[in-house]
């Protein structure tokens, strides 16, 4: 037994024949669905300079294309793009107004789709290829109840 249960603190990603699952600890797994062999690992923490939330990371990690994205926090980074068949890095991005460590959430990222009208306009896909920031909707408390800076 450990400090967050000896549970999953997420859903894990199934994608086609591989499984990723994010532990609490940071430790982030590709496994064959077939056989449970890992295929890759990597502690996202580590990685990427975060410290670990309260309870533990509870995020179920996002695939979409060639990428799995997860939101690590720190000081790195505080949402990658990892090459799904290997874990490296494709991209990371940091909120620019933040000298700080940003932490991770109790949250998984989502994918939405975004619609512009304008024809001068790049489009959705190619913006999340480029990891430009397309918007930032502020958020007034964190899950401790301190305010976002």
């Keep these: 037994m450990n400090g967050f249960g000896d549970g999953p603190r997420c859903t894990p990603t199934l994608d086609g024949d591989v499984l990723y699952a994010l532990g609490a600890h940071g430790d982030l797994q590709c496994l064959s669905q077939e056989n449970g062999s890992e295929r890759w690992k990597l502690n996202i923490l580590e990685e990427f300079g975060g410290q670990n939330i309260g309870w533990g990371i509870s995020e179920s ?10 939101t690590p926090g720190g000081t790195g980074a505080t949402i990658v793009a990892l090459d799904k068949n290997n874990g490296r ?24 789709t975004v619609v512009t009208l304008s024809r001068s306009s790049p ?8 990891c430009r ?15 976002h800076r």
């Excluded at 489009?123 to 480029?130: F, H």
């Excluded at 920031?133 to 305010?147: I, K």
């Design 61 to 70: 990690p996002l695939v979409m294309g060639d990428r799995v994205i997860v």
């Design 133 to 147: 920031r397309l918007m930032q909707v502020p958020v007034a408390l964190r899950s401790d109840g301190q305010r």
């Design 123 to 130: 489009s959705p896909a190619k913006e999340l290829s480029a």
């Design 89 to 112: 890095t494709i991209w990371r991005s940091r909120d620019p107004n933040s000298t700080d460590a940003e932490q991770a959430a109790y949250a998984s990222p989502q994918q939405i």
